[in-house]
């Protein structure tokens, strides 16, 4: 069988930084133990912004810099950027909320080899979670795709709720 698991921007700044919560902090150990278990291939999405991110559209939606590249903030959560770094993981540097670099890559995998499931995780679940699960679902419709909601963490536990109701509509299944 040939899965999937994506990490989606478990980094400092959205766990314990710049726009961290106690939600994602609780995640965390669950998180590093799917990856830590996982049979099958996994990769990483970084949030990642420059020093004009105040100045973009998100950032004057959102006005608090965050996940600027080269910054501790922008690392992914340490035990995780060293697995990423032990078992060569891909890592996606996203400068918005889902990665189009992602899904070519996975779609371009499913060409060489058929993937039999995509399962996502990480935060947050109701902008960058269900980004990135819309994103996968239409680049390869016939590709099963799951979120794990125990590890996945929102803005605020109600908006957690809301994504995952939102992407199970969207026939992605929530486990």
Request: hydrophobic share 40%; net charge negative; with cysteine.
């Amino acid at each position: 069988m040939n899965r999937c698991l994506v990490v989606v921007d478990m980094q400092k700044d959205f766990i314990d930084g710049a726009l961290g919560t106690p939600e994602a902090q609780a995640v965390l150990p669950a998180v590093t133990g799917r990856v830590e278990s996982f049979d099958g291939t996994v990769v990483f999405t970084r949030d990642t912004h420059g020093p004009d991110y105040l100045q973009t559209q998100e950032g004057r939606l959102l006005p608090v810099a965050h996940c600027l590249k080269g910054t501790e903030g922008w690392q992914l959560e340490r035990r995780l950027a060293d697995y990423a770094a032990g078992h060569g993981c891909p890592i996606f540097d996203k400068p918005a909320f889902g990665s189009l670099e992602l899904a070519d890559y996975l779609r371009r995998s499913h060409r060489e080899r058929p993937i039999d499931e995509i399962v996502l995780i990480g935060v947050c679940t109701d902008i960058c979670v269900i980004s990135n699960a819309l994103l996968l679902k239409a680049a390869l419709p016939e590709v099963p795709i799951a979120v794990e909601a125990a590890c996945c963490a929102g803005v605020t536990p109600q908006r957690h709720q809301n994504a995952l109701e939102a992407m199970a509509a969207c026939q992605i299944a929530i486990r």
